[in-house]
């Protein structure tokens, strides 16, 4: 009696298979997955199409808008062909009907920080890209009001900039009166 414990193979009948599998895409654009959740990677170029196909798709909540600034840091992953860049705008929307989320990942460049605005399509996010904008120095255009949010008018600088200098803040207390 033979052992049966590997599968006899005929190796002068073996085909070599030299398939590649297609990358996945969605509206057009690298699809990937982060524990679960589908993740596009549009480029600028593509941005407000993809985030109109998705809208048109069911995903009609962006539940935020925010930015990264990958200065200092070479270990995210990006699928083939999308270029990593200093920023990266995020989208997180939400499909309620369907009970679905969907990420939007754009690389944003340091020599050219302006990507569409989402207010016509999610007016919502007004108050979002605004931060983004006080916090990165990242434009929208066709935005109907790009102007700091947080910090005051006169602030030199994006605070959330892995480059912008350390230091403090100093904090003004209202005086309190005897009890």
């Known amino acids: 009696m033979s052992d049966a414990t590997e599968p006899a193979t005929d190796v002068d009948n073996v085909e070599e298979v030299d398939e590649v599998t297609p990358a996945p ?8 997955d982060s524990f679960g959740q ?4 549009p480029s600028r170029d593509e941005y407000a199409r993809v985030l109109r196909e998705a809208a048109d ?3 009609t909540v962006a539940v935020d808008v925010t930015a990264v600034d990958y200065l200092e840091f ?7 062909g999308v270029p990593a860049e200093r920023f ?5 929307l939400l499909d309620i009907g369907q009970r679905r989320r969907l990420r939007v990942r754009v690389q944003v460049p340091e020599g050219e920080p302006v ?15 605004r931060e983004v904008y006080d916090m990165f120095g990242i ?3 066709g935005h109907p009001d790009l102007s700091r949010i947080l910090m005051p008018e006169d602030w030199e600088g994006h605070p959330l900039r892995k480059d912008y200098a350390v230091g403090e803040i100093p904090v003004q207390f209202k005086h309190v009166g005897a009890r």
């Not at 895409?25 to 990937?32: A, E, F, K």
């Not at 070479?74 to 083939?80: A, I, N």
């Not at 990507?115 to 890209?129: C, K, M, R, W």
């Open 25 to 32: 895409v969605m509206y057009g654009v690298p699809l990937t």
């Open 38 to 41: 589908a993740v596009v990677h």
């Open 57 to 59: 798709d069911g995903f």
């Open 74 to 80: 070479d270990g995210r992953t990006l699928p083939d």
């Open 88 to 92: 990266e705008v995020v989208v997180n």
């Open 115 to 129: 990507v569409p605005s989402l207010f016509d399509l999610h007016p919502g996010t007004e108050a979002f890209e």
């Open 139 to 141: 434009e929208f255009t």
